[in-house]
């Protein structure tokens, strides 16, 4: 009877030597613990920079990477109403020379946030090219896309405040910024044209609008997007009368 007794204590107590594997085995285990912790910190960061990267410190906006990234994919999957616009802002030199870059800061931030605003409503996406220049990639029907743009141009030529004032102009009226805006239209472009075409085509009406060779609302043509670039850019930029490098 003491015999059984004891077989069944040693049933239902483990031997010395299985506590030591388990008390072995919890030890490890929480000493992975940090490491993991440690990993998924060092992930979370690189995924925050990566992310940070692809936005502009100033606007917030996308960068032409993303931009780049999104209309290529709705020129594969929604063509029929894609269209990519470029708006460029009228008058910031003369902004930072008079209220200096600050308040030319504000306006370039200001006209960010409100395109970013438009194009969320539309399916789209807003992103800072550099400078004073912007890009959007959205979807519109055909019939509606000039009216849009039309309205567009309205939201953006609202009064911008700075340093809880309204910016005003030399005259001492209150600034409505003018910009400038390109369309163009997948559809209206080969099936093979891509982000960097349907960009240049935008690029290019745009500049026609701001000189007053076509009016606002002017659509690209095929010509406008096939352009030859110099040195990589619109004729007509600031840079493109520099030798190459």
Sequence with gaps: MPARKGRELETIMPGSGAVRLQTRTLVVAAAAVPLALAVLADDVRVRRQ???????????????????????????????????????????????????????????A??????????????GLAARLGG????????????????EVLALREVLAQPVHHDGQLLRDIEGQILRPAVSIGIARASDLPDAAGASRLLRGADTAMYQVKTGEQPLGYVAIRQDAYAPAVHGRRPGRPGTHLPAA
């Design 110 to 123: 200001t006209t960010g946030r409100r395109l970013s605003v438009w194009a969320a409503g539309r399916s």
């Design 50 to 108: 990566l992310h940070t990267a692809r936005r502009d410190p100033l606007t917030g906006l996308p960068v032409r990477d993303a931009l780049m990234e999104r209309t290529d994919r709705l020129a594969r999957t929604r063509r029929e109403l894609l269209h990519v616009l470029v708006a460029d802002v009228d008058g910031l030199k003369a902004v930072n020379d008079r209220f200096g870059h600050a308040a030319g800061d504000a306006l370039i």
């Design 132 to 147: 004073d220049e912007f890009g959007v990639a959205l979807l519109l029907p055909r019939a509606a896309a000039v009216r």
